[in-house]
């Protein structure tokens, strides 16, 4: 067997585990490649869902566990408690934020266990997620760098405090793709819909973590071909690659795009959640992303 695993698994399937972390008994959803080659270690991938969602549920809405498959990697998809991420912008209505749940914590502790039962690669380990998981993956990147290679953070923010104590260990790549008619985290920053804290703007994120890795240069601004005209958005890539360690910081703008995972469905109607763009597949970039930055 291509695989040194501790504990019987289906190989090309999911199933949920369960972990104690923190003092709560937490859950993820695992999900392993039909086969790695002999003896390879392999990339661990993080796939955070947004507020109110599932393990199960983000790995419906993106399929990610199709790519996990075709580029032979675990893919892992935790739950939150309650169903919301402790992403660092102190909301007292979310339980997780109000209680102060160590959610990076119980990240650490899923790389800790997988990395005794699987040949996981300490340099590709990864983590990515829409909305609140977004904002928790940018939590992981300050403040678990040391595991951390790189995250990519989907319409999504930055809570203040998180911004203003941005100090990580070691220089993480940072991929952040958001929509600028996002109805919900709005892309100029300010009060995120319903009530759910703030974030700071796009590019203020984006400036903070060019600070944080010690970026040179100006970046370099491309916009991506309109491969579906009908879908009202386009897609501008700003690049900054010259960052310690071979890190680099990476924006996708969505002009036009909501409070959606491009590529992927229309999953809440468009006066809800705004426009999917189809110019690009958020999967795609993401790997693509992934693959290029593992720690050096």
């Known amino acids: 067997m291509a695989w040194q695993t501790l504990t019987p698994t289906v190989y090309g399937a999911s199933a949920t585990r369960p972990i104690d972390a923190g003092g709560l008994r937490r859950t993820f959803v695992l999900h392993l490649p039909p086969s790695v080659p002999s003896g390879a270690s392999v990339p661990l991938v993080f796939v955070l869902h947004g507020g109110g969602g599932t393990g199960a549920g983000i790995e ?13 990697f675990i893919a892992v998809y935790p739950n939150a408690v309650d169903r919301n991420w402790n992403d660092g912008r102190g909301d007292p209505h979310i339980r997780s934020q109000a209680e102060g749940i160590d959610d990076v914590g119980f990240i650490s502790a899923v790389i800790s266990l997988l990395s005794k039962e699987y040949r996981v690669d300490p340099k590709r380990i990864f983590a990515t997620g829409i909305s609140n998981g977004g904002f928790m993956s940018q939590l992981l990147a300050a403040r678990l760098s040391e595991r951390i290679a790189a995250i990519a953070a989907v319409a999504a923010g930055m809570g203040p405090a998180v911004a203003a104590s941005l100090q990580p260990n070691a220089p993480v790549s940072v991929l952040v793709i958001n929509g600028t008619n996002d109805p919900l985290v709005p892309y100029g920053g300010g009060p995120v819909a319903r009530n759910r804290g703030e974030t700071i703007s796009t590019d203020e994120i984006i400036r903070k973590w060019v ?5 040179a240069g100006d970046p370099v601004a491309a ?18 690659s010259a960052c310690a360690q ?25 006066g809800i959640v705004g426009r999917v763009s189809r110019d690009i597949s958020a999967n795609e970039v993401i790997w693509a992303f992934f693959a290029a930055h593992p720690r050096p």
């Open 60 to 72: 419906r809405q993106t399929g990610f566990s199709r790519l996990a498959d075709r580029e032979g």
């Open 211 to 215: 600070a944080a890795n010690h970026c």
């Open 223 to 240: 916009q991506l071909p309109d491969t579906d005209p009908s879908d009202g958005t386009r897609v501008t890539k700003t690049a900054y």
């Open 246 to 270: 071979q890190s680099v910081v990476v924006l996708y703008t969505i002009e036009g795009g909501g409070h959606t995972w491009p590529g992927g469905s229309q999953y809440l109607p468009r």
